[in-house]
C-alpha cells in the first residue's frame, strides 16, 4: 500500500511540475514568437490567466453536438498528454515504467489527435468538420514519420523503454547517429504541437478555430490545460530520445538544469519556425511529412537494423 501510495505522490509531483515548465515554455513560445514578429507579446501569467477565464465561464453545448462525444474530446486529449507525462524521463527517471514504455508513450500521444477529431466531428459545425477532417489527413501522415524514427532508436538501444534509450546514449547522443532520424521527429514534433506550417487543422483566418471553434467554457478549458502539458512532454521526449534526457554529468540537479535548457532550445527553434513559416496547404503538409519525414526515418531505420554506417 505504501508503494502505491509513494508512486502515486511521484507522479502528481511529476504532472504539477509539469505544468508549471508546461507553462512557462508556453508562454515562452509566445513571447519568442511575438518579439520575432516585432511584437512585445504577453505576460508571463498569461497561460494561466487564460485558463482560469475559461473554467471560470460557462460552457455552452451547440444543439447540434453530439453530446456525449463533444464533451469526452477535451477529456481523451488531456488523458493522452497525463499517460506520456507519467512514463516520461524529465531529466531524472520516470516516476512509472511500464514494459514497452516507448510504445505506451507514442500511442497516447496519438490520443490528442484522435480527440481533436472527434471534437470537430461531434459539433456539428462545418467549420469543425472541415478542421477534423484535416486533422486525420496531418495525424494519418505524421504519426508515420514519428513511429519510425521512434522506433530507428528503440532499434539502436535493443530495448523498448525510454531508460534504455537513455542509456544507450552514454557515449554519443542520437542526435549525432542518428541525424535523420532526428530531423524526421523534429518535423512531426513541429505538427503535433500544433505550429506553422502545419496548423491547418485550426487555420484562424479560414476555418474561425476550426475543431474547436463551438468549444467554451471548463470544455475549452480542458484542452487549454492540455495544451500546456503538450509544451512540456513533446520537448522532453525529444531530449530523451536524442539528447540522453541531458544527463550529461550523472549529478542529479546538472542533469535536470541541462535536461530544461535542452527543451528550451527546442521551444526557441519551434517558435523560430512557427514565426518564419507560412501555413501550407494540408495536400502540401501530406506529401511534405511522407516524402521528406518518412524517407528520412527510414534512412536511420535502415542505418540501426543493419549498422550501416553508424558512428
Given amino acids: 500500500m505504501s508503494n502505491y501510495l509513494l508512486q502515486a505522490g511521484l507522479v502528481a509531483s511529476q504532472f504539477a ?16 514568437r511575438a518579439r520575432f514578429q516585432c511584437r512585445i507579446g504577453p505576460p508571463i501569467i498569461q497561460p494561466l490567466a487564460d485558463i482560469v477565464k475559461l473554467f471560470s465561464k460557462k460552457t455552452i453545448m451547440p444543439s447540434a453536438a453530439s453530446r456525449p462525444w463533444f464533451t469526452i474530446a477535451p ?19 520516470a516516476p512509472l515504467s511500464v514494459t514497452g514504455d516507448v510504445l505506451v508513450v507514442l500511442i ?6 484522435v480527440s481533436i477529431i472527434i471534437a470537430g466531428s461531434s459539433s456539428g459545425n462545418p467549420y469543425g468538420a472541415i478542421g477534423s477532417s484535416r486533422e ?19 532499434k539502436a538501444a535493443g530495448g523498448l523503454s ?13 542526435l549525432f547517429s542518428y541525424p535523420f532520424a532526428a530531423v ?12 506553422k506550417p502545419f496548423d491547418i487543422p485550426d487555420a484562424e483566418v479560414e476555418i474561425v478555430a ?17 495544451n500546456v502539458f503538450r509544451w512540456i512532454v513533446l520537448p522532453a521526449i525529444a531530449v530523451d530520445l536524442f539528447f540522453a534526457g541531458g544527463r550529461f554529468t550523472g549529478i542529479p540537479l546538472v542533469d535536470v538544469a541541462c535536461f530544461l535548457a535542452l527543451c528550451v532550445v527546442i521551444v526557441f527553434i519551434v517558435s523560430y519556425v512557427d514565426s518564419q513559416s507560412t501555413r501550407l496547404r494540408v495536400d502540401q503538409a501530406f506529401k511534405f511529412l511522407l516524402a521528406w519525414g518518412l524517407a528520412l526515418a527510414l534512412i536511420d531505420l535502415i542505418r540501426a537494423s543493419t549498422g550501416w554506417l553508424v558512428w
Avoid at 17 to 22: C, K, P, S, T
Avoid at 108 to 113: C, N, S
Wanted: proline share 5%; no cysteine.
Fill in 108 to 113: 497516447a500521444l496519438a490520443i490528442p489527435g
Fill in 210 to 226: 476550426g475543431p474547436l471553434t463551438d468549444y467554451s467554457g471548463s470544455l475549452l478549458g480542458l484542452f487549454e490545460l492540455g
Fill in 75 to 93: 477529456l481523451l486529449a488531456l488523458a493522452g498528454y497525463l499517460t506520456a507525462l507519467a512514463l516520461t524521463p524529465l531529466g531524472v527517471a
Fill in 184 to 195: 524526421a521527429f523534429f518535423i512531426a514534433l513541429v505538427l503535433k504541437l500544433g505550429r
Fill in 162 to 174: 525510454m531508460a534504455s534509450i537513455i542509456a544507450a546514449q552514454s557515449g554519443t547522443p542520437f
Fill in 136 to 154: 486525420l489527413t496531418l495525424l494519418v501522415a505524421s504519426e508515420i514519420p514519428f513511429v519510425v524514427s521512434a522506433i530507428a532508436l528503440v
Fill in 17 to 32: 511540475l509539469a505544468f508549471i515548465f508546461g507553462w512557462i515554455f508556453y508562454w515562452l513560445f509566445r513571447k519568442l
